[in-house]
């Protein structure tokens, strides 16, 4: 009995060790990830779901004083994806998609990306009620994007030199 839990144990701390040399740190840590985030000054476009990705984005990242710029552009498209015997779409998916050019502080070259989501929403019979589930779908997808976002931002960020090197 001792000796598969000596092993297991020995087993672990093996995983520890040769993921610690193999360079893995956790985006959280410091060192240019996340905490570099909070602050970032985001130019977007102008409508409502640059609003949402925006706005979504800021609490996600926090207060600060972050030196890096980004700018954002997005793209949404819906489609039915169930039709009713009628004829009539009752089911919709919606795709957003952001791309993105982050510029780090210093004298380090922009990082371009894309994040997307799609997310679905019912299109109940009464109008009003459609455009309530679409701009539900829009909240959902735009708090997905800045999530998906924030993760690529720490990640680009991490894999950038040190400002000032070679």
């Not at 990705?53 to 949404?76: I, K, N, P, Y």
Request: some cysteine; glycine content about 10%; overall charge positive.
């Amino acid at each position: 009995m001792k000796r598969p839990v000596r092993l297991a144990a020995l087993m672990a701390g093996m995983a520890l060790f040769s993921a610690a040399g193999c360079g893995f740190q956790p985006l959280y840590a410091g060192g240019g990830g996340f905490d570099t985030l909070p602050g970032l000054a985001i130019q977007s476009g102008e409508d409502r779901f640059d609003y949402l990705v925006d706005a979504a984005l800021r609490r996600h990242l926090g207060q600060g004083d972050s030196a890096h710029r980004l700018e954002l552009t997005t793209r949404v498209r819906d489609r039915a994806i169930g039709i009713s015997a009628s004829g009539v779409a009752r089911r919709y998916s919606l795709t957003a998609q952001t791309r993105y050019v982050l510029h780090p502080s210093g004298d380090r070259s922009p990082v371009r990306g894309m994040v997307s989501d799609t997310v679905q929403f019912d299109a109940p019979a009464d109008p009003a009620a459609v455009i309530a589930a679409r701009s539900d779908a829009e909240e959902r997808a735009a708090r997905q994007i800045a999530e998906r976002l924030a993760f690529a931002l720490a990640a680009d960020l991490r894999r950038l030199p040190p400002p000032g090197s070679p």
